[in-house]
T-cell receptor
Framework: AQSVSQHNHHVILSEAASLELGCNYS??????LFWYVQYPGQHLQLLLK??????LVKGIKGFEAEFIKSKFSFNLRKPSVQWSDTAEYFC???????????FGAGTRLTVKP | DAGITQSPRHKVTETGTPVTLRCHQT?????MYWYRQDPGHGLRLIHY???????DKGEVSDGYSVSRSKTEDFLLTLESATSSQTSVYFC??????????????FGQGTRLTVV
């Protein structure tokens, strides 16, 4: 069955620490991968996306993610987090074979000033 | 922000009553989705539509029905609301899917409480 797994439920970091959030998927065929962010009380906003080409993609606000096909992973990274990065982060996957779009359970990031 | 409007934004209803949530878009996108967001579960897909009168079930479709009679509107109906359907509901739209994929844009959400 198609699924998306995010390993970390809650991550707490101090400002300037480096961030890596894990995302693994179970999908057949060619996949398209996304990371979304949800700030408290707001709707989801796109951070970055991967459709094809360079597996290292850069998004907004200094975030990047690397697609590793052999590991079925699309981990999100940021070298130095800020207090304003406190939010919930969702990985999402879609394949070219279907129309739906599935999300992971989310990772709540708390950045301490 | 993408032109997506969800209504109502908040609703409290009693168990056993029918409830309809509306998602309206001004982008003329083909694909529309309904998700529910619950702590520990992230976003789970309820139903989606890939065109007028074309809909399909998602992961958690039991107890929900949808209709899309116009490109711009996608309605989610809880036929007989239960407390387990207390959640935040998000509508999303996408221009394309499959090859030539694009990302989804989300509405502001509807907080539904079933008492």
């Amino acid at each position: 069955a198609q699924s998306v797994s995010q390993h970390n439920h809650h991550v707490i970091l101090s400002e300037a620490a480096s961030l890596e959030l894990g995302c693994n998927y179970s999908y057949g065929g060619t996949v398209n991968l996304f990371w979304y962010v949800q700030y408290p009380g707001q709707h989801l906003q796109l951070l970055l996306k991967y459709f094809s080409g360079d597996p290292l993609v850069k998004g907004i606000k200094g975030f990047e993610a690397e697609f590793i096909k052999s590991k079925f992973s699309f981990n999100l990274r940021k070298p130095s987090v800020q207090w304003s990065d406190t939010a919930e982060y969702f990985c999402a996957v879609n394949s070219n074979n279907n129309n739906d779009m599935r999300f992971g359970a989310g990772t709540r990031l708390t950045v301490k000033p | 922000d993408a032109g997506i409007t969800q209504s109502p934004r908040h609703k409290v209803t009693e168990t056993g009553t029918p409830v309809t949530l509306r998602c309206h878009q001004t982008e003329n996108h083909r694909y529309m989705y309904w998700y529910r967001q619950d702590p520990g579960h992230g976003l789970r897909l309820i139903h989606y539509s890939y065109g007028v009168k074309d809909t399909d079930k998602g992961e958690v479709s039991d107890g929900y029905s949808v209709s899309r009679s116009k490109t711009e509107d996608f309605l989610l109906t809880l036929e007989s609301a239960t407390s387990s359907q207390t959640s935040v509901y998000f509508c999303a739209i996408r221009k394309t899917a499959g090859q030539g994929n694009t990302e989804a844009f989300f509405g502001q959400g509807t907080r539904l409480t079933v008492v």
